[in-house]
């Protein structure tokens, strides 16, 4: 069973022991207390609370750690304290971990965790008290993680520091929005070789910085370059060289490419899906050339293309 909730009497859930999904969102009268509501749900096996910086760490201590079939838990921009998030510990089953936008997040905070085996996903945002040098730290501690997000304030440094890091299980890095950095953090990539996913959203790179961290990157099956304002087509056709096992692959609203860059993608073997939203400068001709030389392609997003019309001549 789940249960949605943004509004309402929350004392209800501590009588429902099959709950199985919590979600609560926009609940600014709740607060802390809301932690109260949870204690016992020993079924729960995903939580998601997003209620801003009205959340604060009462009661968070004795009812969270009640939680122990959890394996999915949510607190996305809420504002805990550091000491609170260690209780994160006793979730032993925990496989998904999302932190983004809590600014308490630091690397010490990863020292608590190494209880957590069975986590995979981590998502987190940078802030003031996590540096890039607590990749070291974020390695060491959860060497098993294999899908990293990371928002906010991502720059060349950050890049290094994650290149550096012995992270043997990841597999999905997302540097979400990351306008910080360039051609020279993008470079510091290319030893994640294991790597089958990979987003550098907004980044400032040009076709030096992209090919540089693609070149080793074999396995790659997901890219996300939306928003990459300083690609080009030659970007495009020189990255492709080294994308033979990709299948998924978003280019939106990005002003530099046309028509030309969609003749070598429509000859990648296996790409299945390819997101071009907001791109001004493709056209029909373009288009035409991936549904006559990738027809294996399932998914084609040309929302807000200008260029494309509903002219259908051949």
């Given amino acids: 069973a789940s249960v949605p909730i943004s509004s309402g009497p929350l004392h209800h859930l501590t009588r429902m022991n099959s709950l199985e999904i919590v979600s609560v969102s926009n609940m600014d009268r709740v607060r802390s207390n809301i932690w109260n509501f949870l204690h016992g749900l020993t079924a729960l096996e995903e939580l998601s609370i997003s209620c801003g910086p009205h959340l604060t760490d009462e009661n968070i201590a004795s009812n969270l750690t009640t939680l122990t079939s959890l394996k999915i838990l949510n607190l996305n921009g809420n504002n805990h304290s550091e000491p609170s998030l260690r209780n994160i510990s006793a979730l032993v089953n925990l496989e998904y971990l999302d932190l983004s936008g809590v600014a308490s997040v630091s690397g010490q905070l990863f020292e608590h965790f190494t209880s957590l085996t069975a986590l995979r996903r981590l998502l987190l945002s940078v802030t003031d008290q996590f540096a890039p040098n607590d990749m070291n730290i974020l390695a060491r501690c959860l060497p098993?993680?294999?899908?990293?997000?990371l928002y906010d304030a991502v720059n060349d440094q950050w890049c290094h520091s994650i290149g550096l890091a012995s992270f043997p299980n990841l597999r999905h890095l997302f540097l979400e929005d990351s306008d910080a950095i360039t051609d020279t953090g993008a470079q510091f990539l290319a030893p994640l070789s294991q790597l089958e996913s990979l987003s550098l959203s907004g980044m400032e790179i040009t076709e030096r910085g992209l090919v540089a961290a693609l070149r080793s990157m074999e396995s790659l099956t997901y890219l996300d370059l939306h928003?990459?304002?300083?690609?080009?087509?030659?970007?495009?056709?020189?990255?492709?060289s080294h994308l033979s096992e990709l299948v998924h692959l978003r280019l939106n609203n990005n002003?530099?490419?046309?028509?030309?860059?969609?003749?070598?993608?429509?000859?990648?073997?296996?790409?299945?899906?390819?997101?071009?939203?907001k791109c001004p400068n493709f056209t029909n001709k373009g288009i035409r050339n991936i549904a006559h030389l990738a027809p294996q392609v399932s998914f084609l997003d040309l929302s807000y293309c200008p260029g494309i019309t509903n002219d259908s001549g051949q």
């Fill in 144 to 149: 098993q993680l294999e899908y990293l997000s």
């Fill in 255 to 277: 002003s530099g490419l046309t028509d030309r860059c969609l003749e070598v993608l429509s000859a990648l073997p296996k790409v299945e899906t390819i997101s071009l939203a």
């Fill in 227 to 240: 928003g990459c304002h300083m690609l080009d087509d030659e970007s495009i056709i020189a990255a492709a």
